[in-house]
């Protein structure tokens, strides 16, 4: 589904944006058993918490064939389109995991990426419902339109951000199983703390634009929509 211009302008504005649609209650079943299987068995790569369990599994476009089919599926991408244009790419070295929220857990405000050239969109699939209590994403917006802010994981450490008041600006944004949240990846959020006995999944993925200055291809990123053009004037 595209998204409207309304729509469009609300990501440009505040840095992220619930894409319309929702994943089938089949498909959040089958997603969340093959991420369910593979940190039981802590297929590795996986990254673990203090006490050696396994919180998130990494390179998750090389496991089962599902998640390439549900990353790359028009649902996703006719959304996608509307911010990236025509030609779009998954990146294989970011993201590309899924996360266990463990009960008790929670993270700091961070960036995903740290230079505005070559932003990502991050799309956030959530496999379970996520609100205050289990922590729901906080966002603080606007916050991705901050020139040079380059503190990707350091922003409680930033005596300027401290001083400036941005982090007692965040909002929950909770979530529907099945719900997509597409985020500029320079935006200022983290996971809430999960204060209940449960734990929660969800997957999260980067999209970019094709690069039409790369002169050659990158086999850490994958086409997953239109093609790879080529605009470098070292041709003509």
């Given at each position: 589904m ?6 469009v302008n609300l ?11 929702q994943?089938?209650k ?12 593979d940190?039981d068995?802590?297929v ?14 990494s390179?998750?476009?090389d496991?089962?064939?599902?998640f390439?089919e ?13 911010l990236?244009?025509?030609n779009?790419?998954v ?7 899924a996360?266990?929220n ?5 993270d700091?405000?961070h ?12 799309v956030?699939?959530f496999?379970e419902?996520?609100?205050l209590?289990n922590?729901?994403t906080?966002?603080?917006p ?9 503190v ?7 005596q300027?951000?401290?001083?400036s008041?941005l982090?007692?600006?965040?909002v929950?944004?909770p979530m529907?199983?099945?719900?997509m949240?597409a ?5 200022f959020h ?7 006995d449960s734990?929660?999944i969800?997957m999260?993925?980067g ?9 050659v291809?990158?086999p850490?990123l994958?086409?997953?929509r239109?093609?790879?053009?080529y605009?470098?004037?070292?041709r003509?």
């Amino acid at each position: 589904m595209s998204l409207t211009r309304e729509q469009v302008n609300l990501f440009r504005h505040n840095g992220f944006l619930k894409l319309p649609g929702q994943l089938s209650k089949a498909q959040v079943e089958a997603l969340k058993q093959a991420i369910t299987v593979d940190i039981d068995e802590a297929v590795e790569p996986a990254v673990r918490d203090a006490d050696g369990r396994v919180v998130r599994i990494s390179k998750l476009l090389d496991r089962d064939p599902i998640f390439r089919e549900m990353v790359s599926a028009p649902l996703v991408l006719d959304s996608l389109e509307s911010l990236l244009g025509p030609n779009i790419e998954v990146v294989l070295n970011r993201h590309n995991h899924a996360t266990l929220n463990l009960a008790g857990t929670t993270d700091s405000f961070h960036q995903d990426n740290m230079q505005w050239t070559r932003s990502l969109v991050t799309v956030i699939f959530f496999l379970e419902e996520t609100t205050l209590e289990n922590g729901c994403t906080l966002m603080i917006p606007g916050t991705h339109l901050l020139p040079g802010a380059d503190v990707r994981y350091g922003l409680n450490e930033a005596q300027w951000i401290a001083e400036s008041g941005l982090l007692e600006q965040a909002v929950p944004v909770p979530m529907s199983a099945g719900g997509m949240l597409a985020i500029d990846s320079l935006i200022f959020h983290r996971i809430g703390l999960n204060q209940t006995d449960s734990s929660r999944i969800s997957m999260t993925i980067g999209y970019h634009s094709v690069d039409e200055f790369a002169g050659v291809e990158d086999p850490k990123l994958w086409l997953v929509r239109g093609e790879r053009i080529y605009k470098g004037n070292d041709r003509k």
